[in-house]
């Protein structure tokens, strides 16, 4: 049985249109966190010229490839494991995502965010105090935290898209 994550189904096309735009001369993405695989066969169907490169831990492999195996699709691959805080990163240069962003590249991250150190909704503080009570280590990032860690890495803020439900679309590019 393929899981399914009803935030996937709600949220895919608002993102979908941000995707349009900012993967339209983009050919290789890293998904990393690929979860019930979902969005990686909705997004590269509905993109078919990106190959998409799925990833997560081993946990959810299984529901990622079932959904790659029902979509049948010719740009989709299987997951690769990853965790980021523990796993080396895959041996290959990619359009899209951090540690092995190719010049040129783009790093898309979408979620809710803080910023000036403020949650932006009561439901994100809630979802920070969810986040924080399964690890104490995860909850919303704040935006100034990440645009730093992205300067470090060489990246610059390109877009910052509001989404629905009190969610955002990061967007850094890597100089060429």
């Known amino acids: 049985m393929k899981p399914f994550a009803e935030s996937c189904a709600e949220n895919q096309q608002p993102i979908l249109e941000v995707l349009h735009i900012e993967f339209a001369a983009v050919r290789r993405v890293l998904e990393i966190g690929s979860g019930t695989g979902q969005h990686a066969v909705f997004f590269a169907e509905q993109l078919p010229h990106l190959i998409w490169q ?77 986040l924080k009570a399964r690890d104490p280590d995860s909850g919303v990032r704040n935006f100034e935290d990440l645009d730093r860690l992205a300067g470090l890495a060489g990246m610059c803020l390109a877009r910052d898209y509001a989404m629905p439900a009190n969610n955002r679309i990061l967007v850094w590019t890597k100089p060429q």
């Open 54 to 130: 799925t990833s997560d831990v081993a946990d959810y492999h299984s529901g990622i490839q079932a959904w790659i195996d029902d979509a049948r699709l010719g740009n989709v691959r299987p997951p690769l494991p990853l965790d980021v805080t523990r796993d080396v990163w895959p041996d290959a240069s990619f359009d899209c995502i951090g540690r092995v962003l190719a010049p040129g590249g783009r790093l898309c991250l979408y979620g809710p965010f803080n910023y000036g150190g403020a949650f932006t909704s009561a439901s994100n503080a809630r979802f920070d105090q969810w």
